[in-house]
């Protein structure tokens, strides 16, 4: 007997016959013998519509009073849900983030899980009772409602299933794994049976929409181990146990399954392309001390997110180019941010591209193989695919390309890298 925390997103939510099927399958884990706790997400879509209803009241709403208003998608369906799983015969009921208590900081609508008081939810289980928490929210220390940011979901459960203890989080979702990269780009993708927390970290930051990032840092920081499943399967198919999705745990015990099956380590385990980044490039900057932070303290302080980096070599008038990549989304507040500074920055002109794409290989054996960065170079230079920026960590290489050349770059190094399938 196990203890599972099963998490089930927007999409598996959307409606009563979707939830009466979530229901089933929750039930199913259940009379196996498990002690089960479920989070759930508010359905696709319903919570864009409670902050469009928020921005019609007052486009300078108030963060708590937010947080009451959407936080209410979540108490539909964990409501809901338990009122099936009732209606099939089992124990169930609905803990609201202030019952449980899942206890955050203050800052509204992006607070950060800071403990879980969860004794009464172990006792709940033990008896056999299936506790349907909602994702997405918590409680501050003034007992105000706060919710985490969106996608928020996913972290609520990892921690969920660090305070009860679980044996794994089943992560629920409209895809029925992780695969080497995406299916819909490349048909001979692979279904990965193991991945490392770090890849997965890797995978998420650089555009894979398998996971949210923080779920995953979470996932890690606790040693809860995090299976990704669909809740797309027929009625009739066998329990999550017996149809394993992809596993995502430490280092030592994926090196350990590995050893177990007399396996090495695969060197790339996926390639993850991002087309929400644009590029910026500040020409003609004087070569001195302090005209980089110039640059990028301003947003800092704005926290916006810089990823790429890269400054030209000085040129003979004692002047360098700096050219870096923003999410799309902050181009505009970046390029105002720059106008206002352009004279204590001392830069020439300013040159933006939101029309170039991120394409990232992953993998942790990298650490222990030399040439995964000259191939891709050379699988990209082979095609006429031109690289406009590059950038690398342990277990990653990331480079900028123009966005129309997104999936044919992702199909060549995909290939590059021998991970297609049959």
Known sequence: MARIVMKFGGTSMAGTERIRRVARIVQRQQAAGHEVAVVVSAMAGETDRLVNFCREADPLYDPAEYDVVVASGEQVTSGLLAMHLQALGCKARSWLGWQVPI???????????EDIDAAALMASMASGEIAVIPGFQGISPAGR?????????????????????????????DVDGVYTT???????????????????????????????TRSVSLAMKEGVRVQVLSSFIDDDAPAADTIPGTMI???????????????????????????????????RIADRPGAVAAIFGPLAAANINVDMIIQNIAKDRGETDVTFTVPISDLARTQS??????????????????????????????????????TMFRALADRGINIQAITTSEIKVSVLI??????????????????DGE
């Open 182 to 212: 995406d299916p819909r780009i490349v048909a001979k993708a692979r279904k990965l049976k193991n991945v490392t927390y770090e890849e997965m970290l890797e995978l998420a930051s650089v555009g894979s929409k398998v996971l949210q």
């Open 337 to 374: 941010l720059l106008e206002e500074r352009k004279d204590t920055i001392g830069y020439y002109r300013m040159l933006a591209n939101s029309k170039v794409a991120k394409i990232s290989v992953v993998g942790v054996g990298m650490r222990s193989h030399a040439g995964v960065a000259a």
């Open 145 to 173: 409602i706060t919710t985490l940011g969106r996608g928020g979901s996913d972290t609520s459960a990892v921690a969920v299933a660090a305070a009860v203890k679980a044996d794994r989080c089943d992560i629920y979702t």
């Open 103 to 113: 206890k955050t900081d203050d800052a509204h609508a992006k607070a950060r899980i």
């Open 402 to 419: 123009d966005e129309d050349e997104t999936e044919l770059a992702v199909r060549v190094l995909h290939t590059a890298y021998e991970m």
């Open 249 to 283: 745990v430490s280092d030592d015990e994926l090196a350990r399954i590995q050893e177990g099956l007399d396996m090495e380590r695969q060197l790339i385990t996926g390639i993850a392309a991002d087309k929400n980044e644009a590029k910026i490039t500040l020409t």
